[in-house]
């Protein structure tokens, strides 16, 4: 058994690291430093399970082990973060990762041609649409007449309710 | 007036009994005789604030179901419970339609309106409770029991107290009450509502739902009520909605019983025969397991999903809200209630995706709870945001097209 | 109404043989059986649109594409194959580009699409259905330019109505009374506009009340709501109170009512609250129309001495992935090609039919579309509603088309999805770090790269802001832009590919230059930041004039390669759209058109294709 950070793993036959059992949970939580949703709205997409499988089936697993637990040990730091993005293999595949939630989609590299959705699920449930507040084309429709106004969401539950009316 | 009704019921001779019975197998109500006025109009509203209650009753149980189904559930099975959430809607509208007609006044934001699930129906109609359910067999068997087209027991009907009837004899019993009155004392008496609270055809539209029925008068109402029931229980002597000449749309029940059976309904096939059609196969895996009645006191405090669920629960107040002003003199606010629908759908599916924080080893998703929070009354209250899953429109009047 | 095997077509005479099930084939087939003529309707693709559950997959195919082109819910069928937007590539004369379906001849690629399956093209159109102007029939009359119809703006009107009723248009006629455009009075559209978009009102607050001038006439640049088939909410004026109840989708009859603001109106409205020639095919008296799909018709058969169509020979075959096919010749009274512009002219050329004029096959026309897009000054919430609900109409007619294209201006309601494929490419520039959008890449900003709520900030405040304008511009008809066919290319089942030869002429080009410069008083009054790009090397539709350089999209349209015309020398068929060289042979769709001027199309070949049904009727009936 290794252990990297917090993380302690095996190493299979083929002298790769196997990915250890709770690398799904920091696979989300370090999803959720590098888009910038909360949790529940990576949860709330219903495809964690499903990209941490891709992703750890499309990446190299030591870089994504390290990104993890890099990650987690930044323990919020922007600035850690940020030395961690700046590495060219993790970066590359943190953002990697960072589009993966936002569009649905794997780029496999800068000049790759084929750059695969993983499935009309993933399309759907797109990161991009929630950001700028509108819907993917073709789903999630928002209701006739919906567009003819500007898309506000109210104060939260938690803050105060003086914001009120159109200003975004 | 209800002692009066007790006696005379007390009195019913066999004969009388065999009476009632054929009146309402031929005329498909009971005549009765009407009281003062006042106390009749006043009765037949609180029926119809309770029949309001009642059509919302099994919403959020019926959206329940549909949002915890997964985008790969199959389109058929969707529309199944879709078409019958928002006919329920539209239940709801025509009920408030014959309420306004008769000079009442839609009341939908009462701490008491949405129901404390699990929890009887109003009036222990049917007696039955009903549990907020994601999609499962015990889902369709609850839809089953509510839909199931009950019997009508006559002698019920002149007794005229709505406890414990089934769902047959209450919508019965208000429209029997309905005619009485108006044959005692005239449809100008009756319908003093505002036409202007009346929702119009094309002012509501949810795909699938039918149109409203404007009520003016007798004729109205009767026809308000009829769409109701046809759409729920189905008519006494076919499953078609309309009768066999119609689209061919079966009513509630029996769309409960094609999932239950899992075979379609197909010409010629009646109550007894049940569905002889295409097998319809219901994957129920592809939807989500979710808490049965969760209660936003079961998400820990401060938790995300805590948060969201008490979010979707505000933004469902303001729903309520948005009807309660629609039916009470804006009812071209309703054009605003379908986007706002969407938001919470939106809301309620990635709630259901979410695992129920702290009991992550249940296997068991979170729910939206439905649970009544107070509104600010007179506007849409601000108060929730539903981030990522989308925000809650505060409302804007849509410029009628 | 389920397609029949191709053996019912044998040992019967229908009254009509119509080849094609796109709206003109649809319109064609229901106004016919209505009157109790009997049709056989033959559909090159295969009818996956009109099963709800195949239509649910070919939304999945829209969902996994990774390049969401009107074409891309609908796959290619090697059997009835069909162009697609990716194929279009510079073309390096005169080694023409066989990339794709077409022989791309140049020196400009067709840029447009059509599609192959039970339902046409209208499976992925926009839906806009705006009228054409007076002016536009009357081009040569009154601006020495094109030709002028053999009908007028009037003799269109009635069959206009016709045609917003079948296709169901959204609009209020107070707002359409301009340049020319009226109506009967009293007249309404069968369902009112639908509602503007935020985009639309905010960029209507900039725009409306102020002009261009040209030559000293001025134009006003109000923006317009679009009449569009697309369900709203219904009006109860329709018909003399009658009213209208919006058709829904075909096989789920009760979705689809109204719009409910998917956004994704091309490729494919998963509700089908847009129009599809399905609705009209299927609301079709059943009992008076046979369809077989799978059946592309090779050639029109000619008796050499009578000059009358004998028979339509078409290759049946069982899969769409497997090529070998049976021949079967159906028989007709009278015939009908409705396969639009393109594979209407193919099909002549291999029949060596209704070509006196040597028309056929030229004066290719679409709508050369000047794209200009940016950044308002202020949150717009793109991606939101049906692609596109106004426009700015104004300036579409006027004395300045003696020598330069008019046009009419599109506001898109989809952000920079169709210059940029936005927002997944802003998405990958801010994370993977590019140039700042707003500086037009011309002098590129590197940005830094974005994640977590930085990125999550960045891209809210910066898509929110995006807006486009598609300037339709018009071509003139013009003998060399043509389709032709050599037997060196022939597809799967050895049936004709249509080569094309295409350019912009300087016409044209004068339209974009002018376009150009109203775009950016537009802009500049909306306060926008324009982020147009023109690509010399990579932009397929790249073009100059004048020594500046432009880029031409495609609309989707395709017209003129039949045209009407009152002299057989110079048209292909007659003002009642029956070619001139075969008595029993009408042509209808796009190519009839004589002039594409400004206005979206379809509308005006639902319209010609009602007036066509009357005529075959008469002939029928003489």
């Given at each position: ?101 936002y ?23 797109g990161l991009v649409w929630n950001a700028i507040e509108a819907h ?15 898309f ?17 | ?401 | ?378 949150p717009?919430w793109p991606y939101r ?30 952000g ?6 936005g927002p997944?490419?802003d998405v ?28 999550r900030?960045?891209l809210k405040e910066q898509v929110r802001r995006q ?156």
């Amino acid at each position: 058994m290794s252990k990297v950070g917090s993380m302690t793993f095996e190493i299979a036959p083929t002298g790769n690291p196997v990915l250890p059992a709770d690398s799904l949970a920091f696979f989300l939580a370090t999803s959720v430093v590098l888009t910038g949703f909360e949790r529940f709205d990576l949860l709330g997409t219903g495809l964690l399970q499903q990209y941490f499988d891709y992703v750890s089936t499309h990446a190299d697993s030591p870089t994504l082990l390290k990104l993890l637990q890099g990650v987690t040990a930044a323990a919020g730091s922007e600035s850690a973060v940020s030395e961690i993005l700046a590495d060219p293999e993790m970066g590359l595949l943190a953002r990697q990762i960072i589009k993966l939630w936002y569009t649905g989609q794997w780029f496999p590299s800068a000049t790759a041609t084929d750059n695969p959705i993983l499935s009309p699920s993933s399309y759907e449930q797109g990161l991009v649409w929630n950001a700028i507040e509108a819907h993917p084309p073709g789903a999630k429709q928002q209701g006739f007449g919906a567009w003819s106004e500007p898309f506000t969401p109210l104060v939260s539950l938690t803050g105060d309710a003086s914001s009120k009316g159109r200003n975004a | 007036m209800n002692e009066e009704r007790s006696q005379k019921v007390a009195a019913l001779t066999e004969g009388d009994v065999a009476a009632l019975h054929q009146h309402y197998r031929e005329k498909g109500f009971v005549q009765l005789q009407s009281g003062p006025l006042q106390e009749e109009l006043k009765e037949l509203r609180d029926l119809l604030q309770s029949a309001m209650q009642l059509e919302h009753a099994t919403i959020p149980p019926y959206l329940t179901g549909l949002y915890s189904m997964k985008a790969e559930m199959p389109w058929n099975i969707i529309g199944i419970i879709r078409t019958i959430v928002v006919e329920e809607m539209l239940h709801l509208l025509l009920a408030a339609n014959v309420l306004n007609a008769i000079g009442g006044q839609p009341n939908l934001t009462a701490p008491d309106f949405i129901p404390d699930y699990p929890s009887y129906l109003p009036h222990h109609i049917d007696d039955l409770i009903v549990n907020l359910e994601p999609f499962s067999p015990q889902f369709v068997q609850q839809g089953l029991a509510i839909e199931r087209p009950k019997y009508v027991d006559p002698v019920r009907i002149v007794l005229g107290d709505p406890e414990r009837m089934t769902i047959g004899e209450f919508y019965v019993l208000i429209e029997s009450k309905l005619r009485s009155v108006v044959a005692q004392y005239g449809e100008a008496a009756v319908f003093t509502g505002d036409l202007k609270r009346q929702v119009q055809p094309d002012m509501f539209y949810y795909d699938g739902a039918g149109q409203p029925v404007p009520v003016i008068n007798l004729e109205t109402a009767v026809k308000a009520l009829q769409i109701i029931t046809d759409q729920g229980e189905g008519m006494e002597r076919t499953i078609w909605v309309g009768g066999e000449d119609s689209d061919n749309e079966v009513a509630h029940y029996f769309r409960f019983n094609e999932l239950a059976v899992g075979r379609q309904y197909q010409s010629g096939d009646t109550y007894q025969s049940g569905p002889t059609g295409a097998v319809l196969s219901v994957p129920y895996d592809l939807a989500y397991s979710a808490a049965v009645n969760a209660k936003i006191a079961e998400y820990p405090a401060g938790s995300e999903v805590r948060t969201h669920a008490e979010a979707f629960n505000m933004a469902y107040g303001q729903l309520l809200q948005l009807l309660e002003r629609a039916f009470t003199g804006e009812p071209s606010l309703l054009l605003q209630s379908v986007p706002h629908m969407y938001l919470l759908r939106n809301a309620a599916q990635a709630l259901f995706k979410n695992p129920f924080p702290a009991k992550e080893d249940s296997g068991l998703n979170a729910a939206p709870t439905f649970e009544y929070v107070p509104v600010l009354t007179g506007q849409v209250a601000s108060g929730a945001t539903l981030t990522a899953s989308g925000g809650v429109h505060p409302g804007h009047p849509l410029k009628q097209a | 109404m389920n397609p029949s095997s191709p053996e019912v077509t044998q040992g019967t005479v229908f009254d009509v043989v119509i080849v094609g099930a796109g709206i003109t084939g649809a319109i064609l087939a229901k106004s016919l059986a209505a009157k109790k003529k009997r049709v056989l309707v033959l559909e090159a693709g295969t009818a996956d649109a009109s099963n709800f559950g195949s239509y649910s997959q070919l939304l999945d195919n829209f969902y996994t594409s990774q390049a969401k082109i009107p074409q891309s819910p609908y796959p290619d069928n090697a059997n009835a194959p069909q162009p697609s937007e990716l194929d279009c590539e510079q073309i390096t004369p005169p080694i023409p580009d066989t990339n794709g379906y077409f022989i791309q001849v140049g020196p400009i690629p067709f840029l447009s699409t059509y599609t192959r399956y039970l339902g046409g093209t209208t499976l992925h159109w926009l839906g806009t259905s705006l009228r054409m102007l007076p002016d536009d029939f009357r081009m040569k009359t009154l601006f020495g330019q094109a030709e002028d119809w053999p009908v007028s703006y009037d003799d269109m009107m009635p069959y206009y109505a016709m045609a917003e009723f079948e296709m169901g248009v959204s609009a209020d006629v107070s707002k359409q009374n301009y340049l020319g455009i009226h109506f009967p009075p009293g007249y309404v559209y069968p369902m009112h506009e639908l509602p503007a978009s935020w985009s639309d009102k905010t960029i209507s607050k900039s725009l409306d009340g102020t002009t261009y001038e040209v030559d000293q006439e001025s134009f006003n640049l109000d923006v317009i709501n679009t009449p569009a088939s697309r369900n709203s909410i219904p009006n109860q004026a329709y018909a003399n109170g009658k009213g209208y109840t919006p058709v829904g989708a075909v096989g789920n009859p009760s979705l689809g009512q109204r719009c409910m603001g998917n956004t994704a109106c091309v490729p494919i409205c998963p509700i089908q609250a847009k129009y599809n020639a399905l609705k009209t095919l299927y609301s079709a008296d059943s009992e008076y129309v046979t369809l077989v799909t799978q059946a592309v018709v090779s050639k029109v058969e000619i008796d050499p001495t009578t000059k009358l169509v004998t028979g339509i020979r078409f290759k049946y075959y069982e899969s769409a992935t497997n090529p070998n096919y049976t021949e079967f010749v159906a028989k007709g009274k009278q015939y009908a090609l409705a396969t639009h512009a393109v594979e209407n002219a193919k099909l002549l050329l291999a029949s060596g039919a209704a070509n006196s004029s040597d028309q056929v096959g030229r004066n290719l026309m679409d709508h050369t579309t000047l794209l200009a897009w940016g950044l308002a000054p202020e949150p717009l919430w793109p991606y939101r509603g049906p692609v596109a609900t106004a426009g700015v109409e104004g300036m579409r007619t006027g004395k300045y088309r003696k020598d330069t294209a008019s046009f009419r201006i599109e506001i898109g309601n989809d952000g920079w999805g169709w210059p940029t494929s936005g927002p997944i490419t802003d998405v990958i520039e801010l994370v993977d770090g590019t140039p700042d959008p707003a500086t037009n890449g011309s002098e590129p900003i590197q940005l830094p790269k974005l994640w977590g709520k930085a990125l999550r900030e960045r891209l809210k405040e910066q898509v929110r802001r995006q807006f486009r304008m598609a300037f339709l511009v018009e071509q003139l008809p013009n003998a060399d832009n043509r389709v032709t066919i050599s037997p060196d290319h022939k597809d799967a089942l050895g049936n004709y590919i249509p080569i094309i030869a295409y350019g912009i002429d300087g016409y044209t080009g004068a339209g974009f230059e002018l376009g150009t410069k109203v775009y950016k008083q537009m802009f500049k009054d909306i306060g926008a930041v324009d982020c147009t790009v023109v690509n010399s090397k990579t932009d397929a539709g790249y073009f100059q004039y004048k020594d500046t350089g432009y880029t031409a999209y495609g609309a989707g349209h395709l017209c003129g390669t039949h045209r009407m015309g009152s002299d057989p020398k110079t048209s292909v068929v007659n003002p009642q759209q029956r070619t001139w060289d075969h008595e029993n042979l009408y042509l209808v769709g796009c190519g009839n058109m004589v002039t594409v001027a400004t206005s979206n199309p379809t509308l005006t070949a639902g319209a010609l294709t009602f007036m066509a049904a009357e005529n075959i009727l008469a002939s029928l009936d003489k």
